[in-house]
Nanobody, 124 residues
Framework: VQLQASGGGLVQAGGSMRLSCAAPDWYAMGWFRQAPGKEREFVSAINWRGDRPRYADSVKGRFSISRDSTKTRLFLQMNSLKPEDTAVYYC??????????????????????WGQGTQVTVSS
């Protein structure tokens, strides 16, 4: 299964953007990002039902993760974007194909099927 994130682009600081991704099944899913020269970092995650989201401290209050009513699409609504949010964003699925977020969900090794990602660039 290949996951393809979409919706990235160029936006000014303070702007908004929404990313989306097709969910392969009713699994827990997440968003990570990777800036040039930096390690891949956790952004957000959500369980199969679309409730009890998790967020990195750096995006809490600005980003919102969700799933559609059919649970087949994953979204990341990004508001009040900052230049430091510039990165390639990846959607990913729980490597154990579990439905709930458990364990060290901020660890990229807990997730797989990364796909190509989508570039988000925030200009100052």
């Amino acid at each position: 299964v290949q996951l393809q994130a979409s919706g990235g682009g160029l936006v000014q600081a303070g702007g908004s953007m929404r990313l989306s991704c097709a969910a392969p099944d009713w699994y827990a899913m997440g968003w990570f990002r990777q800036a040039p020269g930096k390690e891949r970092e956790f952004v957000s995650a959500i369980n199969w039902r679309g409730d009890r989201p998790r967020y990195a401290d750096s995006v809490k209050g600005r980003f919102s993760i969700s799933r559609d009513s059919t649970k087949t699409r994953l979204f990341l609504q990004m508001n009040s974007l900052k230049p430091e949010d510039t990165a390639v964003y990846y959607c990913t699925v729980d490597s154990g194909r579990g439905r709930y977020i458990i364990g060290d969900y901020t660890n990229p090794n807990k997730w797989d099927t990364w796909g190509q990602g989508t570039q988000v660039t925030v200009s100052s």
